[in-house]
């Protein structure tokens, strides 16, 4: 889906060079509007964001041997002004409705997949419906960029310990609905026997 | 987590461990990996457990997520737009110059080609800061007000016989000069005013397009398709929200929306003259009760200056107004 990265590339742009900024400028682009659109449709937002967290890279590329993981500060610089901006925009609402709260993780971006058989699809959307935003957005940091514990904690701000709280959670409660079936059949049977 | 440790430990996990283990879930996630080499070989050893890793397996394969990875086209427009930026160095240009190059890639991904920027030489553009108000004469010495944190853009010629076109993202007031010599055209994002002769405000806030028109008449046509062009008339508004498409068209007294470039609002609720001071000094306002929004403020609000409108809704409101960087929190006394 994305063009891979070499892997010293944060070192080539912290000596000034402006190919390699090309490079990581257009593959991070493509990977945090993903990320960002799931947030807000909103594509001015969106470019807005992007272009502030992918300037910072340019600007503050000599500090850039000092930051220990630049992949995951780079992503969470990006939820980190997006969401500001996100909040701004959204003021009217605030003034109007009664809670001031974090931009949505939008509930119809994490799917069941369609090879499913359908019952348990629908049985497994069902409960996709019950996590909130934040454990979607974990989800996707976790499964969809590939990210360790440790990375989706710092990006979403959190310690590792909640993350692996959010994370047993909403996978424990996707379980259940995929284990509750096969209960009421055993009991079934046994009470068949 | 490495293999190693968890030797052992595997034996004894049902379906609801494996699918929380971080050292499993990459199995899935890297199903090309050395992780996935160690887990093909557990299983081969512990043909027992089949059932349990098949459906963890299953339930953490299940899910996806709906993508919107944007084009190379996309990400190099942007690249080129950040590079103008970097490129210029005197402050006043580039910030105008940067935003214009946003703009254009912007709307470009939208699908629209009407916002593509043509030569600097050839195209006058303004952008006004927070607390700022420009009032611009137009090539054909029409008056236009721009309100704060706003940007406009047009030719700076304008041909006799060929549409003046103007360009919006923000608030304007336009005091329009005879119309019979050529047709008088304001795009915004969603919506285009052709001006049939007159004075009018547009104000695209928030997402939203609102048109108020003072005197005169002007004709109403979307970018997007579902709704008809549409002739307004003296008094009256129309607010069009892209978001939902929806259309809400209603009569008012059009010195409530204009007054502003006169910066002072007359009766407004608490909610219109808030967003209002939001969208122009940058500062965000906090409620603690919610329901203020709506309480209506008599009389003229003057907006020539953040303290002195901040004092005035202390009094009117009788509420503590808090200020701490640039959120602002009002707190009934």
Partial sequence: ?193 | MTNGENNGRYEAYGVPDFICDPFFQDWIIHPEGTTAAWWEDWMINHPEKNTAVTEARQLLQAMYFEEHVPSEDAALRSLAAVREKLATTAAPVRRISWWWAAAASLILCAGLGYFITGSRRTQQSYATDYAELRTLYLPDSSKMVLNAHSTVRYAKEWKPGQAREIWLDGEAFFDVRSVAASSFQVHTKDLTVEVLGTAFDIRGRRGKTEVVLQSGKIRISFTAGGHSDLVMAPGDRIVFDPATAALTHTTTTPDKYTSWKDRRLTDATLGEILQYLEDNYHKTFILEDPSMAERHIGGVILLDNLDDALFALSTVLNANLTQHQDTITIRPR
């Avoid at chain 1, 272009?51 to 590329?61: D, F, I, K, S």
């Avoid at chain 1, 995951?72 to 409705?97: G, P």
């Fill in chain 1, 1 to 193: 889906m994305y063009n891979s990265l070499e892997t010293n590339i944060w070192t080539l742009i912290s000596s000034g060079d402006q190919d390699a900024y090309a490079r990581l400028y257009v593959y991070y682009y493509k990977r945090l509007y993903n990320y960002g659109r799931k947030f807000t449709d909103d594509p001015v937002a969106l470019e807005d964001t992007l272009q502030e967290a992918l300037l910072t890279v340019w600007t503050g590329r000599e500090r850039l041997p000092q930051v220990d993981k630049p992949h995951t500060y780079l992503i969470s610089t990006f939820r980190y002004i997006l969401f500001k901006k996100l909040r701004r925009d959204h003021r009217v609402v605030r003034l109007t409705a009664v809670e001031a709260g974090e931009p949505e993780f939008g509930i119809d971006q994490l799917l069941i997949r369609r090879d499913i058989e359908s019952a348990l699809r629908q049985r497994l959307e069902q409960a996709l419906k019950t996590l909130t935003s934040r454990q979607r957005e974990a989800i996707f940091l976790r499964f969809y960029e590939g990210l360790s514990y440790e990375e989706v904690a710092a990006i979403m701000g959190i310690s590792v310990k909640a993350t692996y709280k959010i994370m047993s959670r909403s996978l424990l409660q996707l379980k259940e609905t995929l284990s509750l079936p096969i209960l009421t059949i055993l009991l079934l049977l046994r009470g068949l026997i």
